[in-house]
């Protein structure tokens, strides 16, 4: 009888183990027509019935690096390693998932580990070569950061002296400063996929910083009875989806106000002509035009997804490093009409927090990896109330009745972020409280999804939310300039 029950129990497990795999095959096809989110659910089910797979967790570990989960895809990749140690799948899963979070060290001892098991494997090779590169650039930055004072790159350069040689034909600042002329030349020039003159792009970086370094951390803004502002989301790189907002929507004037709310650059491999536009008309209109700093106006992300890259192949290292210093002056949130809240990414890890607190950020420096400002660059909303550990592996996941209290304590109506995907281009949450925009559709070429942005008028604030879809682009694929590590552990 015992014996029996042995029997039939092995007979279920083999049953599930075979529902479990096909439970995997399925999932496997999402995967390859780009569905992650069904990819992510079918993994989940095959482990459900048989949770001691490696490869299950691995392979579910690759659909959240897809989906920019990397908080998940570290878990994953690491109950991968604690199920067989021997996976060498589940080392590389790891490596790139830290590589994404910017812990370039932890990511290095994966890939000596898989070195030394395959000591003639050249891509493992690579990877840890380019990787420990980083390693002891980062360790040399900081080194380098200890000195007293850091010198800007502004006092480095004489613009003044740059020459424009002849044969440039492209468009030119007049006496310095950008014109309405300027800009619609500028963009057509950039359309044609042709580079400003360095001295250009070196007059507009001087001149945003000094206009950036002015605001303060919170921006407020009141609009009168009569006007609306334009809200738009991430664009990352994505220039002709760019250009066809402004064909859509206007281009931006003093009667017609923009926000840009962060992730201007990476991944889109034309993140260049994106800030220098968006740049162009915030010096044009510096109280009409406004922009906040994303979770990828910063170096880590740079150096991962693209923006370094592209600027040392279009220009130089040295003009990246002005972007930098730049990119650390946009402020971090908006207030429109002291009742809508604008930021890229959200809510806090803490209760508590003050729109005074959000004024007395100090805000030009690279993120922290707690606090305040981290949280608005990188937090998440979540439909269940409370808080929880972030799917990003960096800031948290908040609830309802987090941006129920938040609001009630600022005397806010609702608040706007981006900084995630969505298929309509937008999602309303939280009882209407809290709202996502995101402007760049058919995200790295394989989302398929719309963009959108929001209309906010005066007379009621009610969103208004506008789609919209993609457009050709010249066949430069996205992350082209990203780094190798990344290119090749996302594949």
Known sequence: ????????????????????????????????????????????????????????????????????????????????????????????????????????????????????????????????????????????????????????????????????????????????????????????????????????????????????????????????????????????????????????????????????????????????????????????????FHLLRGNHETDNMNQMYGFEGEVKAKYTAQMFQLFSEVFQWLPLAQCINNKVLVMHGGLFSEDGVTLEDLRKIDRNRQPPDSGPMCDLLWSDPQPQNGRSISKRGVSCQFGPDVTERFLEQNKLDFIVRSHEVKAEGYEVTHSGKCITVFSAPNYCDQMGNKGAYIHLRASDLKPEFHQFTAVPHPNVKPMAYANTLMQLGMM
């Open 1 to 288: 009888m015992a014996h029996e029950s042995v029997n039939g129990s092995e007979k279920k497990m083999a049953e599930g183990g075979n529902d479990a795999e096909l439970l995997k095959e399925k999932a496997n096809k999402y995967f390859k027509e780009k569905d992650y989110e069904n990819a992510i659910k079918y993994y989940s089910e095959a482990l459900e019935l048989n949770p001691s797979n490696a490869i299950y967790y691995s392979n579910r570990s690759l659909a959240y690096l897809r989906t920019e989960c990397y908080g998940y895809a570290l878990a994953d990749a690491t109950k991968a390693l604690e199920i067989d140690k021997n996976y060498i799948k589940g080392y590389y899963r790891r490596a790139t998932s830290n590589m994404a979070l910017g812990k370039f060290k932890a990511a290095l001892k994966d890939y000596e580990t898989v070195v030394r098991v395959r000591p003639n494997d050249k891509d493992a090779r690579m990877k840890y070569q380019e990787c420990n590169k980083i390693v002891k650039q980062k360790a040399f930055e900081r080194a380098i950061a200890s000195d007293e004072i850091k010198k800007s790159v502004v006092d480095s350069l004489d613009i003044e002296n740059m020459t424009i040689e002849d044969d440039y034909v492209g468009p030119k600042l007049e006496d310095g400063k950008v014109s309405m002329k300027f800009m619609n030349e500028m963009m057509d020039w950039f359309q044609d996929q042709k580079k400003l003159h360095r001295k250009c792009a070196y007059q507009i970086l001087v001149q945003v910083k000094d206009v950036l370094s002015k605001l303060p951390s919170l921006v407020e803004i009141t609009l009168k009875e009569t006007e609306k502002i334009t809200i738009c989301g991430d664009t990352h790189g994505q220039y002709y989806d760019l250009l066809n907002i402004f064909k859509l929507n206007g281009l931006p004037s003093e009667t017609n106000p923009y926000l840009f709310n962060g992730d201007f650059v990476d991944r889109g491999s034309f993140s260049v002509e994106v800030i220098l536009t968006l740049f162009g008309f915030k010096l044009l209109y510096p109280d009409n």
